[in-house]
């Protein structure tokens, strides 16, 4: 009898306002063709870390799926940074960040293979006051906007749409920041203050052209104005980098300090207002397959 290998699947039935039933059908008949023993876990919203730890403790799983948005990432892999274990990416969430960024198809059979089969890269994460990111964080407007989006009722893209404006037409005044790191120190005026592992927002904007997310490195990028034009042109893909209305530091860990409290979000969702951060990245946390 040939010994099956042991996947789990880590499914958050609610996110994203997906239903899931197809996707895990799918999976678990991909599975079975693999000769795969594949382990279905949904999540609840309670101890959800500590049951997937347990999972992989018990099951010495070789890779773990993930049907979710960028938290329900997140959270696996804290669950498992202690086991040698690749994740495998089936983006089902609001905000799926890290799939565009890894440049995940939308062909539910294609990320399946990819996840199952397919080669992984050893990716960064960054810490934020001690908690951890994957792709992009920011304080200033764009957390304000993550804020207003999971306070209000309209979910998706339009939700997202009505979100911009009422924060735009919202506008308080900008902060002033202050960047330390190793090399440099940059004291501004600004609105929002990314601190990002990778480049694309979950919309598809680019924010950071420059981001590689396994080169022990993030970027720093402080938008200094964001008028409608600029939000314009991020918006439309088009950074602004050469106008003095953005500035791009690349860098292994900083400081940042407000002189207000200002809106912060790791990862699409809100945390609280922060006017201090110690930021530091975590060198090949996380093994994660990519086409």
């Known amino acids: 009898m040939s010994s099956l290998k042991n996947y ?4 958050n039935p609610i996110s994203g306002d997906v239903d899931k039933t197809e996707i895990i059908e799918t999976a678990t008949n991909f599975a079975k063709s693999e000769n795969i023993n594949l382990i279905i876990f949904e999540t609840t919203g309670k101890n959800d870390e500590e049951k997937i730890q347990k999972l992989q403790e018990d099951n010495d799983a070789e890779r773990i799926i993930v049907v979710g948005g960028d938290g329900t990432i997140k959270m696996v892999a804290e669950a498992v940074q202690e086991h040698n274990v690749i994740l495998g990416i089936i983006p089902g969430g609001s905000a799926n960040g890290l799939s565009v ?3 995940l198809p939308d062909e539910l059979e294609e990320n399946l293979k990819i996840a199952f089969r397919n080669d992984y890269m050893e990716m960064d994460m960054i810490s934020i006051n001690g908690k951890k990111s994957l792709h992009l964080s920011d304080i200033g407007i ?15 893209k339009l939700g ?10 919202g506008l ?17 005026e600004a609105r929002m203050v990314v601190i990002a592992n990778s480049q694309k927002y979950g919309t598809g904007v680019t924010i950071n052209p420059d981001g590689v997310m396994n080169d022990g490195k ?9 008028d409608l034009i600029v939000f314009g042109k991020i918006l439309s893909g088009n950074m602004p980098i050469e106008s003095g209305d953005v500035e791009i530091i690349s860098t292994d860990e900083a400081t940042i300090t407000t002189n207000v409290a200002v809106s912060f979000q790791i990862d699409g969702e809100y945390c609280d207002e922060v006017s201090k ?8 946390q996380m093994k994660v397959a990519i086409p």
């Not at 789990?8 to 499914?11: K, S």
């Open 142 to 156: 764009n957390a304000e906007l993550v804020k207003n989006y999971e306070n209000s009722n309209v979910r998706g």
């Open 160 to 169: 997202y749409a009505l979100q911009a404006i009422n924060t735009l037409t």
């Open 172 to 188: 308080k005044d900008p902060f002033v920041a202050k960047i330390e790191t190793k090399n440099r120190t940059v004291e501004t």
């Open 218 to 226: 993030f970027e720093i990028v402080i938008l200094k104005n964001l």
């Open 101 to 103: 960024d890894l440049n």
């Open 277 to 284: 951060l110690e930021v530091a990245i975590l060198p090949k």
């Open 8 to 11: 789990i699947l880590v499914v």
